[in-house]
Nanobody, 121 residues
């Protein structure tokens, strides 16, 4: 069992910045991909950014150039730096971590509880 705890959300004005953090703990032996997803009111959960264990990144078109995902493998932590925030970025942001847990268990997908990001003047 892996637990993910998110932090860093809050209220910010348009054009501002926030950095989200997500720390994994528990039965960790090898985290593979990590990522951030978000769900705005009335919308489904969408991928924001992912990062592999080796540091390769992938971004949604809507955030590319504004958001930066990074990770610290030693700390089992993934970050999302959000710059030039827009009102449409308002959503609950969820952290994800994938871990292969052996031949019989396969890959497990863990989720944080979410952190609210509100962009408003």
């Amino acid at each position: 069992q892996v637990q993910l705890v998110e932090s860093g959300g809050g209220l910010v004005q348009p054009g501002g910045s926030l950095r989200l953090s997500c720390a994994a703990s528990g039965n960790i032996f090898s985290i593979d991909n990590m990522g951030w997803y978000r769900q705005a009111p009335g919308n489904e959960r969408d991928l924001v950014a992912t990062i592999t264990s080796s540091g390769n990144t992938n971004y949604a078109d809507s955030v590319k150039g504004r958001f930066t995902i990074s990770r610290d493998n030693a700390k089992n932590t993934v970050y999302l730096l959000m710059n030039s925030l827009k009102p449409e970025d308002t959503a609950v942001y969820y952290c994800n971590a994938d871990q292969f847990e052996g031949h019989y268990r396969g890959t497990w997908h863990y989720w944080g509880q979410g952190t609210q990001v509100t962009v408003s003047s």
